[in-house]
């Protein structure tokens, strides 16, 4: 004989998560537990979210407002080691197990901090950060390359930034993974890569970096192929990691640290207007200067002539006057020069300017916005068409299975005196009331036998 097992029960999925949420919540109401911060962020409501890690595994955490101004640490930041008390549970519109702290306490440096401060110890002690080989940055840089990921903000801060205030200026972009396995060897392609590229395609500077991040994040920054390939490079490097709070290796190696990707691209550059103005002031106190030293050595000359008291003054007056017409001449032919070469760098200057056509480009831009609203505009008049015809084909099977409908077609519907619904006629006995439902009305009816 063979025993019939019960119907496997069916979960929603909110229905086992908020079971497990509940299980976990009973078993683990109070429970202590160490480890290392990491992805630390604190949201405008107030809450606290990070995630607590060691070397097996990670764990997330959100403490809420409440518990986080009465908790033991008032501030937490990335790779402290500290022990968190709380409950153990699921969030629900995820599915994911998370610790509910209510307290926390530090217990001490995380291992990525101090593996972080041993590197940079061992890195200053072998003169990686001496001032004294950190290379200057060229006044304007004709070609400027960046080594980052090419889909992360930080290259379309940089490129914004760089177009904005140098219109023209050519920027070359080498793409590499900015962090998890192998970051650190496509990073340090990229530097060499610029290193070794034909004189003509030589770049000026380097920007090298990537936006903020945890300290995992953030770490091919600190690995030594990196290090070793900005401390190599014959090029200026900048290094642009993460926010102003975040530092790596790479920030004290480079030439240059700045806090973004953005400031990095400020400090390559200055405004193209900024230096225009430089440059005609530069050239007006030059010719000022050589007009004022023109002037004082023929001053001089004359009075030296004035002054003399030798017999032969006839003589020596023309002998004077003919080195002072000499002097002048020389004089002249210097003063013409150094204005020719001062005017052709300018011309050279104002040539580089001129060729930032500003006019073309935001007509560009105008054509691509035009170009963008017109295919939003089809998109927005396609999109309505079709939810349209989706309401419609929806209202045409809301009304086919409408119960109205099908009792219209000579069905009805039968239920007993508790006004359940009959669906199988071994539940009815002899003599039981039941309603019968038509299109048009109802009627009483008796079970006359089963």
Request: hydrophobic content about 45%.
């Amino acid at each position: 004989m063979v025993s019939s097992l019960p119907e496997e029960k069916i979960f929603k999925v909110s229905e086992l998560t908020q079971l497990v949420k509940l299980t976990l919540e009973n078993q683990f109401a109070s429970i202590q537990v160490l480890g290392e911060a990491s992805g630390v962020v604190l949201a405008s409501s107030g809450h606290l979210y990070f995630t607590l890690k060691d070397s097996a595994g990670a764990m997330k955490v959100v403490m809420f407002r409440g518990s986080l101004l009465k908790s033991t640490l008032g501030k937490l930041e990335n790779g402290q080691q500290i022990i968190v008390r709380g409950v153990l549970s699921v969030y629900p519109a995820r599915g994911e197990m998370q610790i509910i702290a209510h307290d926390m306490r530090l217990q001490g440096i995380g291992d990525i901090f101090a593996a972080l401060e041993k590197l940079k110890k061992a890195y200053q002690e072998k003169g990686y950060f001496d001032p004294q080989r950190k290379k200057k940055l060229v006044l304007l840089p004709e070609r400027i390359g960046v080594v980052t990921s090419p889909t992360g903000a930080a290259v379309r801060d940089i490129v914004r930034i760089l177009r904005r205030r140098f219109p023209g200026i050519e920027i070359v972009i080498y793409p590499a993974k900015v962090q998890g396995e192998g970051a650190a060897m496509e990073i340090a392609a990229g530097i060499e890569y610029f290193n070794d590229v034909d004189p003509d395609e030589k770049v000026d500077v380097l920007i090298v970096g990537r936006g903020g991040g945890s300290y995992e994040d953030l770490w091919a920054f600190n690995e030594a192929p990196v290090v070793e390939a900005i401390y190599h490079s014959r090029i200026p490097v900048i290094s642009a990691v993460g926010h102003e709070t975040d530092f790596t290796i790479a920030d004290f190696v480079a030439d240059l640290r700045a806090a973004t990707p953005s400031a990095a691209a400020e400090l390559v550059v200055g405004k193209k207007d900024e230096f225009l103005r430089q440059i005609d002031y530069l050239s007006q106190a030059c010719l000022r200067r050589m007009e004022k030293q023109l002037h004082d050595k023929r001053s001089a000359w004359i009075h030296g002539i004035l002054d003399s008291a030798l017999a032969d003054f006839p003589g020596r007056l023309l002998e004077k006057a003919q080195r002072l017409d000499s002097d002048e001449f020389a004089l002249n032919r210097m003063f013409a020069q150094l204005r020719t070469d001062k005017l052709a760098r300018m011309n050279r200057a104002v040539q580089r300017f001129a060729a930032c056509d500003l006019g073309a480009l935001l007509k560009n831009k105008g054509l691509l916005v035009e170009n963008l609203r017109m295919q939003i505009g089809s998109h927005c008049s396609e999109r309505l068409q079709s939810l349209r015809e989706r309401i419609r084909l929806l209202a045409g099977k809301l009304v086919a299975l409408n119960p109205e409908s099908i009792l219209a077609k000579g069905y009805s519907i039968t239920s007993d005196s508790r006004r359940q619904v009959i669906k199988d006629a071994a539940r009815l006995a002899a003599g039981e009331d039941i309603r019968i439902r038509f299109a048009r009305g109802q009627v009483a009816a008796k079970v006359i036998k089963e």
